[in-house]
């Protein structure tokens, strides 16, 4: 665990955090942020796509099948526990189940960061994973809101199929499955043409990506009392809930222990990319002080300083036994 903390993407992390509880003038221009998610959206699809282009299909269809399964399922008893024991109403129910439902590339990142750090292999194919699991379950969230909340005059409803044409036109889903193929296509002799761009530098700009998500962190913590116990508890402990899950079925599926691992994560993760650009647009009527909060000021942060290296002593459990 002190590997993990002691790395200069979790101590930039926490550095973003401090500097925003002490109110420090430390910003980052909006257009300098945007720079930096579109560089590793473009990093991890292009390498993901060619090293997919190394893989065979027996050593991807399970993995994957367990993946969307993963995505697929999470959002349907995350949107049962908030509505029955949570007791949210249905628009922040199905809101929250998007989140956790889909998963965080930059999460996703600071996993990569981590094995490599402590020279885990893992399999170069788990970019696609993360492609695969971003979509499925925000639909299935905004689906679940429709099928409980008949439209009115007052609040009628967006079409499923905006819904999912804003949802990949996005720059997420745009770049990340866009540069998956682009790099699936090229295969090796592509990306060396521009890994000294996309592979060397990626830690470094990972770095000043987490130092602004600490300090938007930071000033989410604000808004922790607005969510309460309950939600500070399930941004805890479902994702290791999740994690286990997606580990003990990513070794089924024939992963690595770094693979197995990395799957765990992305089960953990919440995204706070796609999925609030999507709720702000499909459940206008939902709290983002509820589902911004819990992705980012408490999943997030939990994730990054002691998630990572939790779930990899997990997998090491489960995987030897």
């Not at 399970?62 to 008893?77: H, S």
């Not at 199905?94 to 996703?108: K, R």
């Not at 994702?239 to 994560?265: C, D, E, K």
């Amino acid at each position: 665990m002190l590997a993990s903390i002691l790395s200069p993407m979790v101590l930039a992390f926490l550095l973003g955090i401090i500097a925003s509880r002490v109110k420090s003038d430390l910003k980052f221009p909006d257009s300098l942020y945007q720079s930096l998610t579109i560089y590793l959206l473009i990093a991890i699809g292009m390498k993901g796509g060619y090293k997919l282009s190394l893989a065979t299909f027996e050593e991807v269809w399970q993995p994957a099948l367990v993946a969307i399964g993963l995505c697929c399922t999470i959002p349907l008893w995350t949107y049962v526990l908030m509505r029955k024991v949570g007791k949210f109403d249905v628009p922040n129910a199905a809101a929250l189940a998007a989140h956790y439902g889909s998963v965080s590339a930059v999460t996703f990142s600071a996993a990569l960061a981590f094995h490599e750090n402590l020279s885990i292999p893992f399999e170069g194919f788990m970019p696609s994973m993360l492609a695969m699991m971003e979509i499925p379950a925000i639909l299935i969230g905004i689906s679940l809101a429709r099928i409980n909340t008949p439209p009115t005059e007052s609040n009628p409803q967006i079409p499923i199929k905006e819904v999912a044409r804003e949802l990949f036109a996005g720059k997420s889903s745009l770049l990340l499955l866009g540069f998956l193929l682009i790099g699936f296509s090229v295969g090796k002799t592509g990306w060396e043409q521009v890994a000294p761009l996309f592979d060397l530098p990626f830690k470094g700009v990972l770095t000043l990506f987490l130092l602004e998500a600490g300090l938007v962190a930071g000033r989410k913590l604000s808004d922790l009392k607005k969510g309460g116990l309950f939600l500070i508890g399930f941004g805890i402990i479902f994702p290791i809930v999740h994690a286990i899950i997606g580990i003990y079925l990513g070794s089924l599926a024939g992963l690595s222990l770094g693979g197995a691992t990395i799957l765990g994560v992305l089960a953990s993760s919440a995204s706070y990319i796609a999925a609030p650009a999507a709720c702000r647009v499909a459940l206008p009527e939902a709290n983002p002080s509820y589902y911004l909060t819990s992705a980012l000021a408490i999943t997030f942060p939990f994730n990054i300083m002691f998630g990572l290296p939790l779930y990899h002593e997990i997998a090491k459990l489960i995987i030897t036994q």
